[in-house]
DNA sequence: TTGTATGCGTTATCAA
DNA sequence: TTGATAACGCATACAA
């Protein structure tokens, strides 16, 4: 057997640099055909000891490694899932992406992230790109998009699930019920008597998210009876600065509001930051509660309270329905992850009397 | 001209769910030549103006995305360059995993990324996962790699980029000067008069930036004749958490330390927070200072000195480097980024007495 | 400027 | 169980 195979065969180039060994590579130095080789890698049951044990062989002492571009075109798939997730570096994206790259990971699938620096940039471009590249599924963060992006996942029969988007859309989508964790923070807010509340949300022209928390916040506020003050209702940035200065300048305004509720944590970091400088107490003067995006709202100062939000759970869930997608293995149910009130010390009784900020103590 | 192209010409499967319309198809249906739609869509300067425009309308009306498994068969490349970041949830590697795409998506490259959750897992198989991908190029984080790396790195002719990786490191590497920046921080404290030094760093087996740390620190005492207190030095996962965890173990044993150094800006968040509890004043009884992963030092509770790391820089440099390499334009110099230290109220003159905990009043 | 034909490295089909 | 050979879809060298 053994002298079938020309073993001592010298590559005709020795400049061994021009190019990685080929399938046809392996198959020459193992005496067998291409497709034995082929088999032998990815299908060993299929082929007889020896054979398969010469080839491994071969390939390892050639330092095979497989072009995935051919066996690409070949079977018609990649084995990568591309990801579209905007302003993913200064946030809890990173988390939930960290958790769909290993739940794809575990079943062999590699993750080809396009990370647009502004929620602006036209998804449809990017889309594309990643289609080019022949991704097999697609995950999306949210779930307003433009009909082209449906469009085109249509087209090329590419499933795809929407992270964090919308309870209602569709089915092919994970996300939180937002408007269900706002009501579980303003129903704590109004058994502690606040009557009047102010927000710190991020921006919801640019951001669906937001806007989902600001509806919930306000319809959660009006079924209770209680009052968002304007004066208190600001839009930032999520970003610890943001909440600093979004929060000194409500210092500023003459405010009824007694708790102030911050969009995120990065926001409500800020906001205590600020009430700290200005010596003004939280609680006791006013309090402090937070959507939580991220998982530091114990060692804030003080301790936050917050709507704790499953970040690493919804990246597994996306992944484990684009596997059954591609595997067409379970039937993949549409996901509405559960939130839990987590009540800290940053929000008390509502005090006997109102804010009243040092720089204005006057009334107008 | 227009009638010599089919345009009503039906496709022969009235399905249209078949496949994604291919070159050929494009070709039929604006009656030309495959190869001559290949140009007008990749070098439309090499095609009539008429027979290019009647391409383009036919590539559009079939909503045509190129196959990029085939194209990249046909020119050996992909675009696409691997990134392998462990470990990427929780850190500041997402802020530069972001400039590093952005960097690269410029120039049309998109980025696979492997992110293991943990660094134990072996790179080796990562890597092969990424080189079977056919990537152009690879961005790997630290300069710590099993030899097999960098063999298959060689074998396949992939360029690639250590980031934030030791400063004598080959040459493809960019980073910080960690010695330096611990310098900073050892000479701002020892000019306060503080002499004996403390120390929450990262875990030195697992990272080796948080070796480098340690041992810049280690250096910059000695060399300025203080003392890294033993007993104040505790190696902890970067987490707020574990932050507060060691602080507060700190605070229970008896220490000399006036001035505890943090390994990153999650774990001086906790420390603070600890102290904070405990009613200790910072600076006072004990100062804080840190090295700077994130952005939050200015918005802790007292604000914190740091030695700001320019992370987002340090991605764009990594993804300038690769992009040199593969158009082989610029001579891609090694590149170590500066670091600044930012003075905060954390830091303060050293106290006359040294820290008594309250737990533990009673000399032993 | 455009068409033709070949190669890229796999997998899959069909015989042997 | 194995070998020969035809796709896979695109880019490109060469011819016209």
Redesign the pocket.
Known sequence: MRS?APQTLQRDAPAQAA?????????SLA?????????????P????K???ERVLAAANRLG????G???A????RTMTVGAIVPRFGSSSFPTMIQALERTLAAEGYTLLLAAPAHHSVHETPILRALLERGVDAVALLGSRHPQEVFGLLAAHHTPYVMMWSAPGSAGQSVGFDEAAAAGLIIEHLGNLQHRHIGFIGGQTADNERALRRLQGLTQAIAKRGLVLCEEALIEAEYGFQEGFEAMSEILTRRTKATAVVCGNDYLAAGALSALDRANIPVPGQISIASFNDNDFAPFLHPPLSTVRLPIRQMGERAGAYLLAKLQNSEPPAPALLDVELVVRCSTGPCPDKPLQTPSRRAKR
């Open positions: 079938t190019r990685s060994a080929s399938l046809a590579d392996v198959a005496g067998v055909s291409t497709g034995t080789v082929s088999r032998a890698l990815s299908r049951e299929m082929i007889g020896v054979t398969r095979y490694v497989a072009n571009a051919a066996r075109l070949a079977m018609r």
